[in-house]
């Protein structure tokens, strides 16, 4: 008996995985007509050319692999692909020109409730969401280009798109044009890793309710307002270029009832606000570059516990600014361009405390149009006052050790 149990174990491990390449001169014409055919863990290989199949239901654990980037067409009626089977790779294709609706998002890509799905060197164009992972666990999205011409955030989905997930890796995509470049809610414990999102309608990056997230060294640059990190606990956020998001209500990084996370060696340059913190409380912002934002940092008085350690601030119009006369947050170290202190006893620090909080910052957070009198003789004779005798400003809003020197961050 055990010996018939070896034997049958041998064939069964003897079995291997077939490739089935799509062409006329297999027989094989269709993608769809191959994903019939095939079996788990087979390869479908597509050759270069144009397929308008529809929507292309993967129901196996099969890899698609495209030769030279051949074109799937949804031709703007469909849902290119739908991944509804574990351990799916797809590599090498272009997928555009997705269905458009607001009810069921159609999507280039979009898997439902799997695993172990691998999304790498795809391009994907005018579609309505670029990749949608949907309750999936332990996935990859690496290499893609996701572009879409989106003019209103009410008409275009988001380039990727992950919801109620965890374990993802989202590496080296670039997305352009969408309505958020890459959106999270409800996903733990994932990465975000070196993707460059451009020129998104909304939010070059936007998460919701996504705990214990990492997202290092990416770039989100003239997005309609940045960053957006809300309701979250335990983000990591290390190494990103947040720069030149420009508008009313832009800023290169929102914070909003956010606790227990780290902020380290970001650069926030030519921002609207670099950082907006609204509701936060003991987050670490450590050798950042604040650089020509209009503000480099706004912290509203709702925020608190937090410690602004090692930055440099370089040519913003405004260092820091704030709603209320409340101050419940430590700066301690930074390097302020504005300081006009001295350092006696050459140990690299300010003898005289900094206050970075000018009165015009509070005359403007309030009076919005006290703008127009932006380097008036008046007001620079009054921040000058208020450095000496602080009485508006609050007295206790200071680095008591400014640096004499930036750091070489």
């Not at 998460?207 to 990492?214: G, L, R």
Request: glycine share 8%; with cysteine; charged share 15%.
């Amino acid at each position: 008996m055990k010996k018939w149990m070896y034997i049958l174990l041998l064939w069964g491990l003897g079995v291997s995985a077939k490739t089935i390449v799509v062409g006329q001169s297999t027989g094989v014409r269709t993608i769809q007509q191959a994903l019939k055919v095939a079996q788990n863990s087979d390869t479908i290989v597509v050759p270069q050319g144009c397929y308008q199949e529809g929507n292309i239901k993967i129901d196996k654990s099969i890899t698609l692999l495209g030769k030279n980037f051949p074109v799937i067409d949804g031709q703007n009626k469909h849902e290119v692909i739908s991944v509804t089977a574990d351990g799916v790779t797809i590599k090498g294709f272009k997928i555009i020109n997705s269905g458009y609706a607001a009810l069921d998002d159609p999507c280039g890509i979009r898997v439902y409730n799997r695993k172990n799905v691998i999304i790498i060197n795809n391009r994907l164009e005018n579609n309505f969401f670029g990749i949608y992972l949907q309750n999936c666990t332990t996935c990859i999205v690496k290499n893609n280009r996701i572009k879409a011409h989106g003019k209103q955030e009410q008409l275009i989905g988001n380039g990727i798109h992950c919801w109620k997930s965890n374990n993802l890796q989202i590496v080296a995509n670039q997305i352009a044009g969408h309505r958020d470049g890459i959106y999270f809610e409800f996903v733990t414990e994932s990465v975000i890793w070196r993707n460059i999102s451009n020129h998104n309608i909304r939010y070059g990056l936007h998460f919701m309710f996504s705990n214990n997230d990492a997202y290092i060294t990416n770039v989100f640059k003239g997005n309609g307002a940045g960053v957006a990190v809300m309701f979250t606990q335990n983000v990591r956020m290390f190494n990103n270029y947040f720069e030149e998001n420009w508008g009313d209500s832009a800023y290169g990084l929102l914070l909003k009832e956010i606790s227990d996370s780290f902020i380290y060696n970001n650069t926030f340059k030519q921002n609207t606000s670099g950082i907006y913190m609204e509701g936060t409380s003991r987050i670490a912002v450590k050798q950042n570059v604040f650089e020509s934002n209009g503000w480099g940092m706004k912290i509203q008085a709702s925020c608190m516990d937090n410690t602004i350690t090692h930055n440099n601030f370089l040519g913003n119009t405004f260092d820091i600014s704030t709603n209320g006369s409340l101050v419940l947050n430590t700066f301690n170290q930074n390097y302020w361009d504005k300081y006009e202190g001295y350092d006696l006893d050459k140990n690299g620090l300010g003898d005289v405390p900094y206050h970075p909080l000018s009165l015009f910052a509070v005359l403007t957070e309030n009076n919005p149009s006290a703008m127009i009198l932006f380097r008036s003789f008046m007001i620079t004779l009054l921040d000058k006052s208020e450095k000496i005798l602080p009485s508006i400003t609050p007295d206790n809003f200071v680095d008591h050790q400014p640096l004499m020197k930036s750091l070489p961050l």
